[in-house]
């Protein structure tokens, strides 16, 4: 229901020498409702850009321990029964990046996959440049 819309349901119930007073106290509402919607927005943005930022840093930090990854690959089979420290490491990523992106709403999780996923991309056709 628009502003419109609403003054005009209002109008038709209002007397009219108090219409002047509401007409304003619309308006004032209709301002602090868009001062906190741009507000959200913003801060939206700045969740989205944070957490875009911590995930860029942890892909950083697992990217640094490729090349001793790739190392373990010539090395004889290891039949320890526990996951690496990549892996565990790498799960407990995973996890964290679940319960931040579970309090997203669905298009804030697709911008920050998005990004995370370019960002992604981009190091590692690096890493693999330099293999």
């Not at 892909?59 to 320890?80: K, T, Y």
Request: charged share 25%.
């Amino acid at each position: 229901m628009g502003n419109t819309e609403i003054r005009r349901i209002l109008f038709l119930k209002v007397p009219e020498t108090r219409r002047p007073l509401l007409l304003s106290e619309i308006d004032r509402v209709a301002q602090v409702h868009d001062f906190h919607a741009a507000d959200y927005k913003v801060h939206r943005e700045e969740i989205h850009t944070k957490l875009v930022q911590i995930m860029r840093e942890r892909l950083l930090v697992h990217l640094r321990g490729l090349p001793q990854i790739v190392e373990s690959w010539n090395r004889p089979e290891d039949n320890d029964p526990q996951p690496s420290q990549f892996a565990r490491s790498l799960t407990k990523v995973i996890k964290l990046n679940n319960i931040h992106l579970s309090s997203l709403h669905l298009c804030g999780v697709f911008a920050s996959l998005y990004l995370y996923m370019v960002i992604l991309l981009e190091y590692l056709s690096i890493c693999y440049a330099s293999i």
